[in-house]
């Protein structure tokens, strides 16, 4: 077992570093009878945002004896050398990308292939960068895509530099937390097998306590509509679930259902925090202020149901801390990332990386088979996945014709002019760079 971790996080003042550090403060018991400490470096061009980010990794050190400690930096290179994972989390390059959407004419769901395809080849100059000092600094490190598209950019990584890179995503976690608060049982009680992609995929399977938990879902969904602490942004969700006999992974991203936000639930605009890092900034700020760690955020939130900590996207703190039990050169149980998929599931490209249970054996990760569920249900899911195999390889430049697969074998609602002008010019964009 190793006896030290050092974590590369670029855009180290993401506020994720604090569910980070609450992560490892989960395994803070093991990692001490064991001898680990844990090294953080933060590396942000806004200092600031960073050093309060290291303070707050302080404060987690200072007030429960977690082993990790955080240092701060403007320098991709020293943040990376001698790391043993590389975390990305940087914003979007939204100037970067705004004549693309203007060609395109109307809002596209992040899930489109028009989406996941601008948003990864917009932040390929950065991944090169990153490849480049991870091979030269730190060859045996995995990097993790924290940012969207999570699976095209691990894919990429992957596949044009060499290096194991896996994508991570709250959804299927989330999940699991809000059908344990529901169920009234524990996380550990829920299990469930799972296929997908980023932010779309399909729960195969569901057990509750070793009982079949989608027999249980069937006699009691109905009735959790009508409970006062019913998560109202899951009305899509409840009502898809009681029309296919199926779970989605995701309860937040609908794509390709139709539903609307703010009609659907009942919330009003400013009830729904846009970005959702609007939520948490004013607890974490109270927090450092104080000198506390964060507490529950409050039942008249919209996650407020669940009484989850004020922390971004607090749920995927199970599956960070079983990736650095992981790393460290355990055994974990299942957990969900997006990873390549290989011999595990068939009926799907060994190209794809997909959202599936993984499991890290005496340190070694595998991509675990899925349960299958009925081909009506997961036929459009295989499309999708042919269409993110098609842009990662469009965009490492194994198939010059990717892109045009990826947008026009499967129509979304852009109209056919839109669709060929923003085709052509991402063609122009991608001939640039060579």
């Given at each position: 077992?190793?006896?030290?971790?050092?974590?590369?996080?670029?855009?180290?003042?993401?506020?994720?570093?604090?569910?980070m550090a609450h992560a490892i403060m989960e395994i803070?018991?093991?990692?001490?009878?064991?001898?680990?400490?844990?090294?953080?470096?933060?590396?942000?061009?806004?200092?600031?945002?960073?050093?309060?980010?290291?303070?707050?990794?302080?404060?987690?050190?200072?007030?429960?004896?977690?082993?990790?400690?955080?240092?701060?930096?403007?320098?991709?290179?020293?943040?990376?050398?001698?790391?043993?994972?590389?975390v990305l989390s940087v914003p979007e390059k939204k100037?970067?990308?705004?004549?693309?959407?203007?060609?395109?004419?109307?809002?596209?769901?992040?899930?489109?292939?028009?989406?996941?395809?601008?948003?990864?080849?917009?932040?390929?100059?950065?991944?090169?960068?990153?490849?480049?000092?991870?091979?030269?600094?730190?060859?045996?490190?995995?990097?993790?895509?924290?940012?969207?598209?999570?699976?095209?950019?691990?894919?990429?990584?992957?596949?044009?530099?060499?290096?194991?890179?896996?994508?991570?995503?709250?959804?299927?976690?989330?999940?699991?937390?809000?059908?344990?608060?529901?169920?009234?049982?524990?996380?550990?009680?829920?299990?469930?097998?799972?296929?997908?992609?980023?932010?779309?995929?399909?729960?195969?399977?569901?057990?509750?306590?070793?009982?079949?938990?989608?027999?249980?879902?069937?006699?009691?969904?109905?009735?959790?509509?009508?409970?006062?602490?019913?998560?109202?942004?899951?009305?899509?969700?409840?009502?898809?679930?009681?029309?296919?006999?199926?779970?989605?992974?995701?309860?937040?991203?609908?794509?390709?259902?139709?539903?609307?936000?703010?009609?659907?639930?009942?919330?009003?605009?400013?009830?729904?925090?846009?970005?959702?890092?609007?939520?948490?900034?004013?607890?974490?700020?109270?927090?450092?202020?104080k000198g506390e760690l964060v507490g529950k955020l409050?039942?008249?939130?919209?996650?407020?149901?669940?009484?989850?900590?004020?922390?971004?996207?607090?749920?995927?703190?199970?599956?960070?801390?079983?990736?650095?039990?992981?790393?460290?050169?355990?055994?974990?149980?299942?957990?969900?990332?997006?990873?390549?998929?290989?011999?595990?599931?068939?009926?799907?490209?060994?190209?794809?990386?997909?959202?599936?249970?993984?499991?890290?054996?005496?340190?070694?990760?595998?991509?675990?088979?899925?349960?299958?569920?009925?081909?009506?249900?997961?036929?459009?899911?295989?499309?999708?996945?042919?269409?993110?195999?098609?842009?990662?390889?469009?965009?490492?430049?194994?198939?010059?014709?990717?892109?045009?697969?990826?947008?026009?074998?499967?129509?979304?609602?852009?109209?056919?002019?839109?669709?060929?002008?923003?085709?052509?010019?991402?063609?122009?964009?991608?001939?640039?760079?060579?």
């Amino acid at each position: 077992m190793k006896k030290q971790l050092k974590i590369s996080y670029i855009g180290g003042g993401s506020m994720f570093v604090c569910t980070m550090a609450h992560a490892i403060m989960e395994i803070r018991e093991e990692l001490q009878k064991e001898g680990v400490s844990i090294d953080v470096s933060l590396m942000d061009i806004n200092l600031n945002n960073a050093d309060a980010m290291r303070r707050y990794v302080d404060l987690v050190r200072e007030k429960t004896g977690t082993p990790i400690i955080a240092s701060v930096t403007s320098s991709m290179e020293e943040a990376i050398t001698g790391s043993d994972l590389v975390v990305l989390s940087v914003p979007e390059k939204k100037k970067d990308q705004d004549e693309f959407w203007d060609l395109i004419g109307q809002p596209v769901d992040l899930e489109s292939s028009y989406a996941v395809a601008l948003t990864a080849v917009t932040n390929l100059d950065l991944m090169d960068q990153i490849a480049e000092l991870m091979k030269r600094t730190a060859p045996d490190a995995m990097f993790a895509a924290l940012m969207n598209p999570t699976d095209t950019l691990a894919a990429y990584m992957q596949k044009k530099h060499g290096i194991t890179s896996i994508g991570m995503c709250v959804e299927v976690q989330n999940l699991i937390t809000t059908l344990a608060y529901l169920l009234g049982v524990k996380e550990s009680e829920i299990e469930l097998s799972h296929i997908g992609v980023n932010h779309f995929g399909w729960v195969t399977s569901l057990k509750v306590c070793g009982k079949d938990g989608y027999a249980l879902l069937r006699e009691q969904m109905e009735a959790w509509k009508q409970r006062p602490d019913w998560p109202r942004y899951w009305n899509w969700f409840a009502d898809l679930f009681l029309a296919t006999g199926y779970l989605r992974t995701s309860d937040a991203h609908r794509w390709p259902v139709g539903f609307d936000w703010v009609e659907g639930t009942g919330l009003g605009k400013d009830e729904i925090p846009m970005p959702i890092s609007d939520l948490y900034q004013p607890y974490i700020r109270e927090a450092l202020e104080k000198g506390e760690l964060v507490g529950k955020l409050p039942k008249t939130s919209i996650y407020g149901h669940v009484q989850y900590e004020a922390l971004m996207y607090p749920s995927l703190k199970g599956t960070f801390a079983q990736l650095i039990r992981g790393l460290l050169g355990h055994t974990t149980a299942p957990l969900p990332l997006q990873v390549q998929n290989g011999k595990a599931n068939t009926g799907v490209s060994p190209e794809a990386w997909l959202e599936i249970p993984c499991r890290f054996t005496e340190g070694k990760l595998a991509p675990q088979t899925a349960e299958q569920a009925p081909e009506w249900v997961t036929a459009q899911l295989e499309d999708i996945i042919q269409q993110r195999v098609w842009i990662a390889d469009w965009l490492v430049g194994s198939d010059p014709e990717g892109l045009r697969k990826a947008l026009f074998n499967w129509q979304d609602t852009v109209e056919i002019g839109h669709a060929l002008a923003f085709w052509r010019r991402m063609e122009e964009y991608m001939a640039a760079r060579k």
